[in-house]
Nanobody, 124 residues
Framework: QVQLVESGGGLVQAGDSLKLSCAASGRTFSNYAMGWFRQAPGKEREFVAA????????SYADSVKGRFTMSRDNAKNMVYLQMNSLKPEDTANYYC?????????????????WGQGTQVTVSS
C-alpha cells in the first residue's frame, strides 16, 4: 500500500521560506516520479513541481520557477520542496503525489497516489 505523508507547512510572512517534506512508503521509491501539487480555496488543484524517477530532472510551474526547488533522497524515500520568496498567492494546501506507474518522468495528476496535504499560509 502506497503512503505519502507531507510535513513542513505553516504560517509565514511574504518573503519567507519554507521547506516541505514528503515521506513515501509501500514500494520501491526510486522507480517512480514524484510531484507536488497545490490547491487554494475555491480553486482547482494545480501542478507545482515534479522530479523524474532516475535522472532527478525537475520541472516547475511558471508561477514558482526560480523560487521553488524540488529534490529527492532515494536512500530515505523522501522528496522535498524548498520554497523561497513566498508570496500570498502561494497560500494553498500542498499535496505530494507519485505516479502510479514506474519508470516515468511525469506525474499526471489523474493517475497518481496522493498524500493528505499540508497547509501553507503566506501573509502579506
Amino acid at each position: 500500500q502506497v503512503q505519502l505523508v507531507e510535513s513542513g507547512g505553516g504560517l509565514v510572512q511574504a518573503g519567507d521560506s519554507l521547506k516541505l517534506s514528503c515521506a513515501a512508503s509501500g514500494r520501491t521509491f526510486s522507480n517512480y516520479a514524484m510531484g507536488w501539487f497545490r490547491q487554494a480555496p475555491g480553486k482547482e488543484r494545480e501542478f507545482v513541481a515534479a522530479i523524474s524517477w532516475r535522472s532527478g530532472r525537475t520541472s516547475y510551474a511558471d508561477s514558482v520557477k526560480g523560487r521553488f526547488t524540488m529534490s529527492r533522497d532515494n536512500a530515505k524515500n523522501m522528496v522535498y520542496l524548498q520554497m523561497n520568496s513566498l508570496k500570498p498567492e502561494d497560500t494553498a494546501n500542498y499535496y505530494c503525489a507519485t505516479n502510479k506507474n514506474p519508470y516515468s518522468d511525469v506525474v499526471p495528476w489523474s493517475d497518481v497516489y496522493w498524500g493528505q496535504g499540508t497547509q501553507v499560509t503566506v501573509s502579506s
